[in-house]
């Protein structure tokens, strides 16, 4: 069965700073799925960031990437200038070709003024 | 785009009754959708596994009889606690997925009070 551990369970970071949020899993497989998902007080699950295991190239979405670690089995987050608003538990989650989602212990993170 | 609507939000109830939520993909083709269930300061658990025209796949130490899951259409999952309890209050949230290798979408999560 596929791990997901999250060994951070809360972090702050000053605005404008940057963050890196860590996560480590456990698979046998090559092909699968990395993603982070982001949970504000509103408890909506907003996806972040995705990462194909085939792709060596570290994924990117505007303040938001990856360093994706395929043989050390680490894909971490790092936040750039960061902002109130991201505020929130981020859950990072591996999927394995068609199948289900599992689901990190998660990380509180808390952006100060 | 992605879109996925769950309902209702927030629910109270009498311990003994059955509540159903729906979970509604509404402007693509789930054909697959997921129950997760979240007690607070925790991580999402899932319940099951539903594909749209079969039964679902529940995760073990999760009883069939007690969460019901229908999948009848490509864009409706519903489910039904059944004579709920008190310690079946919590936060439960759905996902629906446009096929392989796609991302789940989440559902804004319903609330379960049980008194």
């Known amino acids: 069965a596929q791990t997901v551990t999250q060994s951070q369970p809360e972090m702050s970071v000053q605005e404008a700073e940057t963050v890196t949020l860590s996560c480590t899993y456990d698979t046998s497989e090559n092909n699968y799925y990395l993603f982070w998902y982001k949970q504000p007080p509103s408890r909506q699950m907003i996806l972040v960031i995705r990462q194909e295991a085939y792709k060596q190239q570290n994924a990117t979405e505007n303040r938001f990437s990856v360093n994706f670690q395929k043989a050390a089995k680490s894909f971490s987050l790092k936040i750039s200038d960061s902002q109130l608003g991201d505020t929130a538990m981020y859950f990072c989650?591996?999927?394995?070709?068609?199948?289900?989602?599992?689901f990190g212990a998660g990380t509180r993170l808390t952006v100060k003024p | 785009g992605a879109v996925v609507s769950q309902h209702p939000s927030w629910v109270i109830c009498k311990s003994g009754t059955s509540v159903k939520i729906e979970c509604r993909s509404l402007?693509?083709?789930?054909?697959?959708m997921f129950w997760y269930r979240q007690f607070p300061k925790q991580s999402l658990m899932l319940m099951a596994t539903s594909n749209e025209g079969s039964k679902a796949t529940y995760e073990q130490g999760v009883e069939k009889d007690k969460f019901l899951i229908n999948h009848a259409s490509l864009t409706l999952s519903t489910l039904t606690v059944t004579s709920a309890h008190p310690e079946d209050s919590s936060f439960y949230i759905c996902s629906a997925r446009g096929g392989y290798n796609q991302p789940q979408h989440f559902g804004d999560g319903t609330r379960l009070s049980i008194l």
């Open positions: 402007d693509f083709q789930a054909t697959t």
């Open positions: 989650a591996f999927m394995k070709w068609d199948n289900d989602m599992r």
